[in-house]
């Protein structure tokens, strides 16, 4: 059956960086484009951007450029989120969701791993 | 981006039928019908509920419909029960590469 699981709980400090990764089983990973959703505490689901699975070229949604960076190891099946001078405001649940053929919807999520950024 | 509108909570009781509603523009509920709609309850990841508008995963109870019109899509919960009780997003195409949340609504079965 189809999984998705993820990397567990980080706690950094800000400024740091954090990679979260999201191991596919049950399926090969590039047969199915990968999208990255935060979720802060209290607050709803926010979309971050996907990554081509074939070809590993990413798209990012706005406010999610510069610092986030999605990446794959098809030789293991797995999907990367990094985070890079992390800040308070980036402390959230990150989910990787796999999108069905259309794209358009996720019909397979990770468990969510918890990032705490705080001093 | 802006969010796609949905009201901050609804609720029900045991049997009854509600209805949540989500509201966008003509950049993406308006011209896609790519309209999705998730349960998430609390600790917990979301699960799709229904996608490409009004369209069921294997699995999902046919107490799950949903529509839209215009701007706005609807999902219908129908015969409340207990487990009904969660968060509920929509979710659209925006743009050729972009999708785009509700802000969510807390669904009470009283």
């Known amino acids: 059956q189809v999984q998705l699981v993820q990397s567990g709980s980080e706690l950094k400090k800000p400024g740091a960086s954090v990679k979260v990764s999201c191991k596919a089983s049950g399926y090969t990973l590039r047969s199915h484009a990968m999208n990255w959703v935060r979720q802060a505490p209290g607050q709803g689901l926010e979309w971050m951007g996907w990554?081509?699975?074939?070809?590993?070229?990413?798209s990012y949604a706005q406010g999610f450029t510069g610092r986030f960076v999605f990446s794959l190891d098809t030789s293991v099946n797995t999907a990367y989120l990094q985070i890079s001078s992390l800040e308070a405001e980036d402390t959230a649940v990150y989910y990787c969701?796999?999108?069905?053929?259309?794209?358009?919807?996720?019909?397979?999520w990770g468990q969510g791993t918890l990032v705490t950024v705080s001093s | 981006q802006s969010a796609l509108t949905q009201p901050a909570s609804v609720s029900g009781s045991p049997g009854q039928s509600i209805a949540i509603s989500c509201t966008g523009t003509?950049?993406?509920?308006?011209?896609?019908?790519?309209v999705s709609w998730y349960q998430q309850h609390p600790g917990k990841a979301p699960k799709l509920m229904i996608y490409d508008v009004s369209n069921r995963p294997s699995g999902v109870s046919n107490r799950f419909s949903a529509s839209k019109s215009g701007n706005t899509a609807s999902l219908t919960i129908s015969g409340l029960q207990s487990e009904d009780e969660a968060d509920y997003y929509c979710s659209s195409k925006r743009g050729s590469n972009s999708l785009v949340f509700g802000g969510g609504t807390k669904l009470t079965v009283l």
């Open positions: 003509n950049s993406d509920i308006g011209i896609y019908n790519y």
């Open positions: 969701a796999r999108a069905q053929y259309s794209g358009n919807a996720y019909d397979y």
């Open positions: 990554i081509n699975t074939n070809t590993g070229n990413p």
